[in-house]
C-alpha cells in the first residue's frame, strides 16, 4: 500500500517561497512508469495540476505556475519537494501530493492533504 504525506508550513507571507515536502512509503519515488504530482485546490474552486516528477527526475510544470515553481527529489528519503515562489493570497490552497502512472488515468494514491494559507 503506498502511502504519501505532505508536510511544511501552514502560513506563509506573500512574496515568500512556500516549499512543501512529500514523503512516499510503500513504493519507491523511482519506480518504473510512475510520476509523482503536486495539485492544489484553492477555496471554491476545482483541483489544478501544478507539475510532476517522474521516476527517472525530470519535471513537468503546468503554464501558469511554470514560471515560479520547480519540483526536486531526494531519493535516499523516498521524498519530493515542491518550491513555489513569490507568494500571493491567491496562492491559498489544500495542497495534494499524488502518484500518477503511464497506464492510468488520473492518480492512485494521493496524500490527505495540507491547508496553506498566505497572508501577512
Known amino acids: 500500500q503506498v502511502q504519501l504525506q505532505e508536510s511544511g508550513p501552514g502560513l506563509v507571507k506573500p512574496s515568500q517561497t512556500l516549499s512543501l515536502t512529500c514523503t512516499v512509503s510503500?513504493?519507491?519515488?523511482?519506480?518504473?512508469?510512475?510520476?509523482w504530482a503536486w495539485i492544489r485546490q484553492p477555496p471554491g474552486k476545482g483541483l489544478e495540476w501544478m507539475g510532476s516528477i517522474d521516476d527517472i527526475g525530470l519535471t513537468f510544470y503546468s503554464p501558469p505556475f511554470k514560471s515560479r515553481t520547480s519540483i526536486s527529489r531526494d531519493t535516499s528519503k523516498n521524498q519530493f519537494t515542491l518550491h513555489l515562489n513569490s507568494v500571493t493570497p491567491g496562492d491559498t490552497a489544500v495542497y495534494y501530493c499524488?502518484?500518477?502512472?503511464?497506464?492510468?488515468?488520473?492518480?492512485?494514491?494521493w496524500g490527505q492533504g495540507t491547508q496553506v494559507t498566505v497572508s501577512s
Open positions: 499524488a502518484r500518477g502512472g503511464i497506464f492510468m488515468d488520473g492518480y492512485d494514491y
Open positions: 510503500g513504493g519507491s519515488i523511482t519506480m518504473n512508469n510512475y510520476y
